[in-house]
């Protein structure tokens, strides 16, 4: 059986060093990911529940930066920076036009922000329990970002489902609520 570290001491530190800045640079790529999608939703229905999605984003990082200091452990900017650039160059993409924007962008980029809120909560989750052995975490913190993501990722399921009508055709509400995807 392994050993059960003592209270306010983290079992494997450097794996948990890589795990929060894993979830932190995902964070930035989360925000950035937004940002452009808000410059392209300016004046719609989505703008409002976007720039709510973007703070929301920006309050995950700052939680997820106290939290590694809490703990001792460092952030790694060379993953922050990683993540930044390349989602610069997945605006590269190839989508099927050349010179303007396809309408399977704003498709790709809902399904893309909407799986990845599903993998933040998961890593919520992992620090909420953590949190249970070591007092030095916010469990209540990371309870309410739990929710939160729950928020998100509804809000996110529901309007991937309507630009997917949109671009293909179809009805919003005939997707499965099995998964709210």
């Known amino acids: ?8 001491v983290v079992r494997n530190p450097d794996l948990l060093t890589i795990y929060c800045n894993d979830h932190l640079a995902a964070a930035t790529g989360g925000v950035e990911l937004v940002v452009r999608m808000l ?3 300016r004046g719609s229905r989505y703008e409002g529940p976007l ?30 920076v990683g ?4 989602e610069k160059l997945s605006r590269g993409k190839l989508n ?12 790709v980029e809902f399904e893309f922000i909407a799986t990845a809120v599903l993998a933040k909560r998961a890593g919520f989750e992992t620090l909420r329990a953590l949190g249970e052995v070591d007092d030095r975490i916010d469990t209540a913190l990371f309870e309410r970002l739990i929710d939160q993501a729950d928020g998100q990722h509804h ?3 529901e309007a991937r489902r309507d630009v997917a009508a949109s671009v293909f055709g179809g009805q919003p509400e005939a997707a499965s609520d099995a998964a709210d995807t």
């Not at 993540?83 to 390349?86: E, L, P, S, T, Y």
């Not at 099927?96 to 498709?107: A, E, N």
């Open 1 to 8: 059986m392994p050993e059960t570290p003592a209270p306010g």
């Open 155 to 157: 809000w996110l399921s």
């Open 39 to 41: 410059g392209r939703h």
């Open 51 to 80: 720039e709510q999605l973007l703070d929301e984003l920006r309050e995950e990082r700052v939680a997820l930066r106290t939290t590694l200091a809490t703990l001792g452990l460092p952030v790694r900017q060379y993953k922050q």
């Open 96 to 107: 099927g036009r050349v010179v303007t924007r396809s309408p399977l962008s704003d498709l």
């Open 83 to 86: 993540v930044w650039v390349a």
